[in-house]
């Protein structure tokens, strides 16, 4: 039976596992990756020792603003990453030493609170059952994806900047005509390349050491946005006021408005249902002129007593 239980080991979990630990609580924490949470070992400190590497290499590059003058300025990004993760490490391990100074118990593994019971709070993990009289609570948070209508229905696939930015070259089949992405949940999944994406690929120049199709300005990452280049491209073709997923709709409305079916562009766009690619596919005026044109023809034909192939003349029963 323990005094507390908490569940995170983050900046709120591993706080309060230290100071009830301080004050004589017996104290169990749960942490189903690595203490110190999200801002420790992905957000907050790795982007700090980026952030201070790349002023460094600023105030080299301009050093000269300053009386400062240095020769042959360059930087080794596989040096700053090891550095940033040497950084992690050691306040990784200054909070795991903070457990044990204050005796605090940290199993890893994701914990499962099972309810109230007569005895205590009841949580298991790792096929383990544990008891407390307090529970805290410091999973912190995830990713949300909005309830927009539609999101549900789109498939296993949600292809987002981050997938095309992380594509490689050994995941693209130019002769085929064919992307594979291996981020889908039931594997991986194809995408098909029309012919002007296939023209773009093949004309893409490949960086020696980087496998990414859109390079970034790093030897071996690919490209981390593309904003500024879809603002440029905005700018150029004038049309200011579109946004990248607007693309898709207009990819649906054309397969449309061509004649071709839900099912296929559906497929196409990754979409599992025929509603979803139904509310993405927005008929321009001229498919539907077409149609009107076509249907009001053979109405007009038949009423004069014409007999065009698409109307059929069924006799009179007596």
Known sequence: ??????????????????????????????????????????????????????????????????????????????????RKNKVVRKLVAGVESKMKLNHVEVVRGEAMIQGRTSEGVEITCNGEIYLG???????????????????????????????ILDLKWSQVDVERGMAFLPTSKTGCKPL?????????????????GNPHVIAGRTSTGP??????????VRRAAKILDVRLHDLRHSFASLGVGGGMGLPIIGKLLGHSQPATTARYAHLDADPMHRAANSIGDTIIAAMNGGKPENVVYIDKRR
């Open 133 to 163: 009289n307090n529970l805290l609570i410091c999973t912190g948070s995830e990713a949300f994806v909005p309830p927009i209508p539609g999101l549900g229905e789109i498939g296993d696939i949600i292809l987002t900047n981050r997938e």
């Open 1 to 82: 039976m323990y005094d507390l239980i908490i569940i995170g080991g983050g900046p709120a979990g591993y706080v309060a596992a230290e100071r009830a630990g301080h004050k004589g609580l017996s104290v169990i924490l749960f942490e189903k990756k690595n203490m110190g949470g999200v801002c420790l070992n992905e957000g907050c400190i790795p982007s700090k020792t980026f952030l201070y590497s790349a002023k460094t290499y600023e105030n080299a590059v301009h050093g000269d603003k300053y009386g400062v003058y240095c020769d042959n300025v360059r930087f080794d990004y596989g040096k700053i990453v090891a």
């Open 192 to 208: 098909y390349l029309s012919a002007a994406t296939q023209l773009i690929l093949a004309n893409l120049p490949r960086i020696d």
């Open 223 to 232: 490209r981390s946005d593309l904003k500024r280049p879809w603002d440029n």
